[in-house]
């Protein structure tokens, strides 16, 4: 304990003590250093050119004594010698009996520039004085025995290299070579960097490589050659980078090598040369990413990175992504058979009950027929909610951009609740200035604001609600305001999110899917516009929907009367559509198959299509790809197709659009929508005549 604490403190003196004659030294070594390089600098600029191969003499052939004036050197001597002084290596040579014979001033600056070292010193004492001044770092051992070990080896024939770390933190090189004389000459390097950046490259945690224009290594860290050669195998000098990819195939490093291994080599060589990165499984189960870098002298330096982690995450989230698409098909498949379900019963039951309540009943049985026929609309009203929001989330919404008139539709989308707003004491004002004729698609603006104004008289309990609507700079602005309680400042962000309702709890006063406002988001973005919300300064809501639109000038007259053919199998549904259809002037024909549509078509070609999509004899799709098909051998103009079917999930209406048709209406059907494509045909045929 004590001598470790005697060999500190003598450390400590000695590293003083060499600052200290550093420190002194620095004025009169920059004062040397100026003359003689100036000097240097004259003679080598006269000389150097045509001395150059005497310089280049082997040392031990021409020995060389210091070059002062009274040495009486030759010229070609001095040239030499001045040249050593340039170098930035300490250089030096040791005569046989192991004593100092000349020296450049870099070597005595390596050695802190004592005085005692100076050209006659001996070599074991010169290592005496840098271990006592504490030049040299013995790395803790005894310093005699430091010393006996560094001059063991300079006695063989051969002298190794060694590594000595200076006081000041550097390593130092030292390179000797044995004269014929028996002395040996010193080269003493700088080479903290580089051991610096070797001792980085070893503690990465990926693989290293660097390999020069010829692709042989000549630079690798434990972690590459582990990974491709083997723990503790050592790499020969001037191995060829394709060479460990051939031993790693031997080994079985690359299982998706296995049987194609030259192929295999050449694309992973391809793709280096073009600096492309290449990511394998090696047989260990793990993954590297080999990137590749290309030097200036046309070497590479190549990092070969451990993505194990990364790619299993990638590979968990590529089974996530499947396992969500097939819950997405599950999904699709199980709305679409709801929808049918639901649909073809709901079709006869809100159908039968519209045309009883236009018959004579008296007032008991209109209030029973009239729930019955709220509740249907109740349940249709979710189910529609679910299927569109479905749809909207698909991206399935379809546009028919038309001509229309903004204020008569505002107007008869008001006048749907006028009579409730006023049962629940409510004012229902609409402020709509005359506006010239809008372009853009009308069924599913008539959408939106049905679900607004919906909300608004649905959630208001005292006061009205208000509607303002304005054309302004080719854009169609109309906003929705009520008195009602507003949507509480937590969920006013996500107000448009699917399933957001603006209560909280199952004792809300309202009942609803939460899917309105969502999907009024999906459908105004859908037609290019925005819809916002912001609080009313007095209490209340409103809504603000802006959408592009443009003028087009009014559609000609019907000059004769709309032809439309039905093809419906279902009796109850034939008559529904029958009632449904009998207020338009319009020439209706029904059948019952498919191959009876089919005869009519050709026979007398209607304006307008209504097709059923599940007939006995033939599938309404494969029906309309055959009609299509005539059109193109004929050179005919497309007909009006739209199909009448209790499958309303968005798979479904792709599909049928696919096989041609134009439109998908919903069972059960209402007046509304048949008159949307009665106005449709109609003006198609004012166009054509």
Same mark, same amino acid.
């Given at each position: 304990?004590?001598?470790?604490?005697?060999?500190?403190? +003598?450390? +400590?003196?000695?590293?003083?003590?060499?600052?200290?004659?550093?420190?002194?030294?620095?004025?009169?070594?920059?004062?040397?250093?100026?003359?003689?390089?100036?000097?240097?600098?004259?003679?080598?600029?006269?000389?150097?050119?045509?001395?150059?191969?005497?310089?280049?003499?082997?040392?031990?052939?021409?020995?060389?004594?210091?070059?002062?004036?009274?040495?009486?050197?030759?010229?070609?001597?001095?040239?030499?010698?001045?040249?050593?002084?340039?170098?930035?290596?300490?250089?030096?040579?040791?005569?046989?009996?192991?004593?100092?014979?000349?020296?450049?001033?870099?070597?005595?600056?390596?050695?802190?520039?004592?005085?005692?070292?100076?050209?006659?010193?001996?070599?074991?004492?010169?290592?005496?004085?840098?271990?006592?001044?504490?030049?040299?770092?013995?790395?803790?051992?005894?310093?005699?025995?430091? #010393?006996?070990?560094?001059?063991?080896?300079?006695?063989?024939?051969?002298?190794?290299?060694?590594? #000595?770390?200076?006081?000041?933190?550097?390593?130092?090189?030292?390179?000797?070579?044995?004269?014929?004389?028996?002395?040996?000459?010193?080269?003493?390097?700088?080479?903290?960097?580089?051991?610096?950046?070797?001792?980085?490259?070893?503690?990465?945690?990926?693989?290293?490589?660097?390999?020069?224009?010829?692709?042989?290594?000549?630079?690798?860290?434990?972690?590459?050659?582990?990974?491709?050669?083997?723990?503790?195998?050592?790499?020969?000098?001037?191995?060829?980078?394709?060479?460990?990819?051939?031993?790693?195939?031997?080994?079985?490093?690359?299982?998706?090598?296995? @049987?194609?291994?030259?192929?295999?080599?050449?694309?992973?060589?391809?793709?280096? *040369?073009?600096?492309?990165?290449?990511?394998?499984?090696?047989?260990?189960?793990?993954?590297?990413?080999?990137?590749?870098?290309?030097?200036?002298?046309?070497? $590479?330096?190549?990092? $070969?990175? @451990?993505?194990?982690?990364?790619?299993?995450?990638?590979?968990?989230?590529?089974?996530?992504?499947?396992?969500?698409?097939?819950?997405?098909?599950?999904?699709?498949?199980?709305?679409?058979?709801?929808? $049918? +379900?639901?649909?073809?019963?709901?079709?006869?039951?809100?159908?039968?009950?519209?045309?009883?309540?236009?018959?004579?009943?008296?007032? @008991?049985?209109?209030?029973?027929?009239?729930?019955?026929?709220?509740?249907?609309?109740?349940?249709?009203?979710?189910?529609?909610?679910?299927?569109?929001?479905?749809?909207?989330?698909?991206?399935?919404?379809?546009?028919?951009?038309?001509?229309?008139?903004? *204020?008569?539709?505002?107007?008869?989308? *008001?006048?749907?609740?006028?009579?409730?707003?006023?049962?629940?004491?409510? *004012?229902?004002?609409?402020?709509?200035?005359?506006?010239?004729?809008?372009?853009?698609?009308?069924?599913?603006?008539?959408?939106?604001?049905?679900?607004?104004?919906?909300?608004?008289?649905?959630?208001?309990?005292?006061?009205?609600?208000? #509607?303002?609507?304005?054309?302004?700079?080719?854009?169609?602005?109309?906003?929705?305001?009520?008195?009602?309680?507003?949507?509480?400042? $937590?969920?006013?962000?996500?107000?448009?999110?699917?399933?957001?309702?603006?209560?909280?709890?199952?004792?809300?006063?309202?009942?609803?899917?939460?899917?309105?406002?969502?999907?009024?988001?999906?459908?105004?973005?859908?037609?290019?516009?925005?819809?916002?919300?912001?609080?009313?300064?007095?209490?209340?809501?409103?809504?603000?929907?802006?959408?592009?639109?443009?003028?087009?000038?009014?559609?000609?007259?019907?000059?004769?009367?709309?032809?439309?053919?039905?093809?419906?199998?279902?009796?109850?549904?034939?008559?529904?559509?029958?009632?449904?259809?009998?207020?338009?002037?319009?020439?209706?024909?029904?059948?019952?198959?498919?191959?009876?549509?089919?005869?009519?078509?050709?026979?007398?070609?209607?304006?307008?299509?209504?097709?059923?999509?599940?007939?006995?004899?033939? @599938?309404?799709?494969?029906?309309?790809?055959?009609?299509?098909?005539?059109?193109?051998?004929?050179?005919?103009?497309?007909?009006?197709?739209?199909?009448?079917?209790?499958?309303?999930?968005?798979?479904?209406?792709?599909?049928?659009?696919?096989?041609?048709?134009?439109?998908?209406?919903?069972?059960?059907?209402?007046?509304?929508?048949?008159?949307?494509?009665?106005?449709?045909?109609?003006?198609?045929?004012?166009?054509?005549?």
């Amino acid at each position: 304990m004590l001598h470790d604490k005697g060999l500190s403190a +003598e450390r +400590e003196r000695r590293a003083r003590l060499a600052s200290e004659r550093m420190a002194a030294k620095r004025e009169r070594e920059l004062t040397e250093k100026i003359a003689r390089l100036e000097e240097t600098s004259r003679r080598l600029n006269r000389e150097i050119a045509e001395k150059r191969q005497d310089a280049r003499r082997p040392i031990e052939a021409a020995p060389l004594p210091p070059p002062t004036p009274q040495g009486g050197a030759a010229p070609d001597q001095m040239i030499l010698w001045a040249a050593v002084q340039t170098l930035a290596n300490g250089f030096a040579i040791w005569g046989a009996d192991d004593h100092l014979v000349i020296a450049n001033d870099a070597y005595f600056r390596f050695l802190g520039e004592i005085d005692e070292i100076r050209p006659g010193i001996s070599y074991r004492r010169m290592l005496e004085i840098l271990v006592e001044e504490g030049v040299a770092d013995t790395g803790g051992d005894d310093p005699a025995s430091w #010393v006996s070990r560094m001059v063991s080896t300079i006695r063989g024939d051969s002298v190794p290299d060694r590594l #000595v770390r200076h006081w000041d933190g550097r390593f130092l090189r030292v390179t000797s070579q044995r004269l014929s004389t028996g002395g040996f000459v010193t080269l003493v390097m700088d080479q903290s960097d580089m051991i610096r950046l070797s001792t980085a490259i070893e503690s990465l945690p990926d693989g290293f490589v660097m390999t020069d224009a010829a692709d042989r290594v000549v630079l690798s860290n434990a972690e590459f050659r582990s990974a491709y050669v083997g723990a503790g195998v050592a790499l020969p000098t001037g191995t060829q980078f394709a060479d460990i990819l051939r031993r790693g195939l031997a080994r079985g490093l690359f299982p998706a090598a296995k @049987d194609r291994e030259e192929d295999w080599l050449d694309q992973w060589l391809d793709r280096r *040369a073009d600096a492309e990165p290449v990511e394998e499984r090696l047989a260990n189960g793990r993954w590297i990413r080999a990137l590749d870098v290309e030097l200036p002298d046309g070497g $590479h330096v190549g990092f $070969h990175l @451990d993505i194990t982690d990364a790619k299993t995450q990638q590979l968990e989230l590529e089974r996530l992504a499947e396992a969500a698409e097939a819950a997405a098909r599950a999904k699709a498949a199980f709305l679409s058979n709801m929808s $049918h +379900e639901i649909r073809t019963p709901m079709n006869g039951l809100v159908g039968m009950a519209d045309m009883l309540l236009e018959t004579n009943l008296d007032s @008991d049985q209109k209030e029973m027929l009239g729930t019955l026929r709220s509740s249907a609309g109740g349940l249709m009203s979710l189910l529609d909610d679910v299927l569109e929001f479905s749809r909207a989330e698909a991206g399935q919404i379809d546009l028919a951009i038309a001509p229309f008139d903004a *204020a008569a539709l505002l107007r008869d989308v *008001a006048e749907v609740f006028r009579a409730e707003a006023a049962q629940r004491g409510l *004012a229902l004002d609409i402020y709509c200035p005359p506006l010239p004729e809008c372009v853009g698609d009308a069924r599913r603006l008539r959408q939106v604001l049905a679900i607004l104004l919906g909300n608004a008289v649905k959630f208001t309990d005292s006061g009205g609600v208000t #509607v303002r609507c304005a054309v302004d700079g080719g854009d169609l602005r109309i906003a929705v305001q009520d008195t009602g309680p507003g949507i509480p400042d $937590h969920r006013a962000a996500t107000i448009f999110e699917g399933f957001v309702q603006g209560e909280d709890g199952a004792d809300r006063s309202h009942d609803g899917s939460g899917l309105g406002l969502a999907i009024c988001r999906k459908l105004v973005e859908r037609m290019d516009g925005s819809i916002v919300y912001r609080p009313r300064d007095c209490g209340g809501s409103i809504f603000e929907v802006t959408l592009p639109v443009s003028s087009e000038a009014d559609a000609a007259p019907v000059p004769r009367m709309l032809r439309i053919l039905a093809a419906e199998d279902n009796a109850t549904n034939r008559l529904v559509l029958k009632k449904l259809l009998e207020p338009f002037e319009a020439e209706i024909t029904m059948v019952e198959r498919a191959e009876d549509c089919l005869a009519q078509i050709r026979s007398q070609r209607p304006d307008l299509l209504l097709t059923d999509i599940s007939m006995p004899d033939m @599938d309404g799709c494969e029906m309309t790809r055959r009609i299509r098909a005539q059109e193109r051998d004929a050179g005919a103009s497309p007909l009006r197709i739209v199909a009448m079917t209790a499958h309303a999930h968005p798979t479904d209406t792709q599909r049928m659009h696919d096989a041609g048709i134009d439109r998908v209406l919903t069972k059960p059907l209402s007046r509304a929508v048949l008159a949307e494509e009665v106005e449709a045909a109609t003006a198609g045929l004012a166009e054509t005549t």
